[in-house]
């Protein structure tokens, strides 16, 4: 190593790929930054928390039936009015929230994205009555849609958890559908095709990828949209029952209450509030690390 | 003009149509029946109810029945509520749904366009910090978090307004109004700052002050209708989210309009009542949408040609 230059062949070449770029003007916004943080604690503590009780959500203390805050007894949080705990069954409740809302998100992402890049890279008559059809259901208000939906399926947290994705993925449909569109015009797509690749391997291949960051900015958006479904339909009723917790429904029994105690209100709503705080901040961050006509 | 006017009302009605017939089959499809949780009743007495409400027909006959009466803006008999017929309900419910919901987007308009505008003129000021605060807030916090809060601290506590009912005059539409507006204040001010100061950074606006043109002036007279136009846009899903927001409001103030009966009917698979009301907000939405598309095409030329 004469000239001082360390040549070792396996090192990265220098400059950073964009992903990376992206990701380290993520860490650099705070308030995103402390968006993750507080939220992995609380996805934590929901999914970890209840086990260090030794009762669950669902079991009834009749020692202790709306027990106020007293953080030396077995019930730090106190309990509601069948002496069940009230931080476990928030917890808990969390743990089916989160779930929902993260898998959810997920499904209501996949669906709208091979649905927006079919439609843009197909064209024509095929694009035409394909987004004719999300037109026709984007002109439904969303809580008809939701409403009817969770009764067609037939009650329960699956026909919940369907209804909610079957109204949801429209909007990543549509956005991925633009950029699709003008994608099937990019000459490696051409290329692709006279190379003589089949259409669904190319959707697969080149379109889907090349969505991606416009994917993760709007699919951050649909987390707390589908926590905020979930809930609101538990809250009227039509979502999650009793027994089973949900933020949602607990901040019902919460509202039932508050002339009394306002603290069956308090705890879920403000995990509720929390988390949509944090998912909020970093869809907004991820907005402007990875938007490209923001920079 | 014209043509852009009716190719967006002909697309609307279609909407609309759209939406009867899927809202009708969806119903018919969800498993139980109106009558279902009723107490023991002898399959003799269920069949002769069945057939005084046509249950008993096939469900296209059904449909057909039914698409006759819309004709003649008849809405059919309520299933639940056994007096009323769906008509009735929505006269006496509507009038209070269309009042919380007028006014929840008169002050959502004025202080979210307010707070916007305050924002944009003097970034990172108190006012604008307000602005950004009341814009988080009013996202992430729910409805149905705020609104019980609300109750417990300004009727409970201290008493200055009633709890719910429609019992107290205007004073009991405070709270709901207000409640109601605060997730659109929150939309309408981010809207209006981001707009504004895109706009003061126009080549017109800056030769609007070369000419000495006084800055209240440039403000009121140049930059509203550049300012607007994305709040105007926003106003068709604004409606959305006030129907969405009014069945929430309705349950938790107990205001009797049509937002609470919705979810009962649906609960209860009073199939004409949820059509009845299905069709209301659907035509709602459908007319605001096409009022906003209008402004919009008489405000921007580019909306209108494009």
């Known amino acids: ?295 | 003009m014209l043509r852009f006017i009716g190719k967006r009302l002909w697309d609307g009605g279609l909407t609309l149509a759209a939406l009867v017939v899927l809202t009708f089959f969806m119903m018919r499809l969800a498993p139980g029946g109106p009558f279902s949780k009723n107490r023991k009743i002898s399959p003799e007495v269920l069949e002769n109810i069945k057939a005084k409400y046509h249950l008993d027909e096939p469900v296209w006959m059904q449909f057909a029945r039914y698409v006759r009466g819309l004709a003649q803006g008849d809405f059919g008999p309520s299933m639940r509520f056994r007096d009323y017929s769906v008509n009735d309900l929505i006269a006496a419910g509507l009038p209070w749904s269309l009042t919380i919901g007028f006014w929840a987007i008169v002050v959502a308009s004025l202080v979210g366009v307010a707070l916007g505008i305050a924002g944009a003129l003097r970034r990172n000021s108190a006012a604008d910090y307000l602005a950004g605060t009341i814009g988080v807030v009013g996202i992430a916090v729910p409805i149905f978090v705020i609104g019980p809060l609300a109750q417990a601290i300004f009727a409970l506590r201290l008493e200055w307004l009633p709890v719910g009912g429609i019992g107290g005059g205007w004073r009991s539409l405070v709270l709901p109004v207000l409640v109601l507006a605060l997730p659109n204040i929150a939309y309408i001010s981010r809207l209006t700052r981001t707009s504004m100061i895109e706009t003061l950074r126009e080549n017109y606006v800056r030769t609007a002050r070369a000419k000495g043109i006084g800055e209240p002036r440039v403000i009121l007279r140049h930059t509203m209708t550049g300012t607007l136009l994305p709040v105007i846009a926003y106003l068709g899903p604004a409606t959305a989210a006030i129907i969405t927001g009014s069945i929430l409001i309705e349950t938790i103030f107990a205001v009797p309009g049509i937002g609470r009966h919705f979810v009962d009917a649906a609960l209860n698979r009073d199939y004409p009542l949820v059509m009845g009301i299905t069709i209301v907000y659907g035509g709602l939405v459908i007319a605001f949408n096409i009022l906003t598309d209008l402004l919009r095409g008489w405000l921007d030329p580019r909306v209108r040609h494009g």
């Open chain 1, 1 to 295: 190593m004469a000239d001082g230059l360390p040549l070792d062949e396996t090192a990265p070449p220098p400059g950073r790929s964009t992903l990376r770029l992206q990701l380290d003007r993520f860490a650099r916004n705070r308030l995103a930054m402390a968006g993750v943080v507080v939220l992995a604690f609380i996805v934590a503590a929901c999914f970890l928390g209840p086990f260090l009780f030794p009762f669950t959500g669902e079991d009834a203390d009749f020692d202790y039936i709306l027990a106020p805050i007293d953080l030396t007894s077995p019930h730090p949080f106190g309990t509601d009015d069948y002496g069940r705990d009230l931080l476990v069954r928030t917890l808990e409740g969390g743990r089916v929230s989160l779930a929902i809302g993260f898998l959810g998100a997920f499904v209501a992402g996949v669906i709208g994205v091979l649905y927006g890049a079919i439609a843009g890279y197909a064209g024509g008559r095929t694009d035409g009555l394909m987004m004719r059809f999300v037109e026709i259901l984007y002109g439904f208000p969303y809580v008809i849609l939701v409403i009817l939906l969770s009764l067609v399926f037939g009650g329960g947290n699956l026909a919940l958890f369907a209804a909610i994705v079957f109204t949801l993925w429209l909007t990543p449909a549509v956005i991925v559908r633009a950029q699709a569109q003008s994608l099937a015009r990019r000459e490696f797509v051409e290329a692709a095709r006279a190379g003589g690749m089949r259409g669904s391997r190319i959707v697969l291949g080149h379109i889907v990828p090349n969505c991606l960051s416009v994917v993760i900015v709007y699919g951050s958006l649909l987390v707390p949209e589908v926590i905020l479904s979930e809930s609101f339909l538990s809250f009227l009723g039509i979502g999650i029952k009793e027994p089973q917790a949900s933020w949602g429904n607990l901040i019902q029994a919460g509202t039932a209450a508050m002339d009394s105690d306002l603290r069956l209100l308090l705890l879920p709503g403000t995990m509720l509030a929390a988390v949509l705080f944090c998912l909020n901040f970093i869809a907004d961050g991820l907005r402007d690390a990875f938007d490209p006509n923001d920079r």
